[in-house]
């Protein structure tokens, strides 16, 4: 029994690292970042996220259309640039 306690005690301390992208972003900022990009008919990996000292650099967004881009958003998820790859 006490190695099952052990096993559980162990996944649970895990939890916390999965709330979080690769970038090391809360998971509620990768949530409003997701949501943003869903109205905007877009989407994208949310490991492809950066946080910049501006707002985020997203990476690889994928469009209605097919079209992909680099798109770059400030600190309250509002667009001030997108490049095409």
């Not at 877009?42 to 097919?66: K, N, R, S, T």
Request: charged share 30%.
């Amino acid at each position: 029994m006490k190695p099952l306690f052990l096993a559980a005690l162990l996944a649970l301390a895990g939890l916390p690292a999965l709330a979080q992208n690769a970038d090391g972003l809360p998971q509620e900022t990768v949530d409003a970042i997701m949501a943003k990009l869903a109205a905007m008919n877009c989407q994208m990996d949310p490991d492809d996220i950066e946080a910049e000292d501006e707002g985020f650099d997203l990476d690889d967004v994928i469009c209605e259309g097919g079209q992909q881009y680099d798109i770059l958003l400030d600190m309250d998820f509002n667009e001030i640039d997108r490049r095409a790859e």
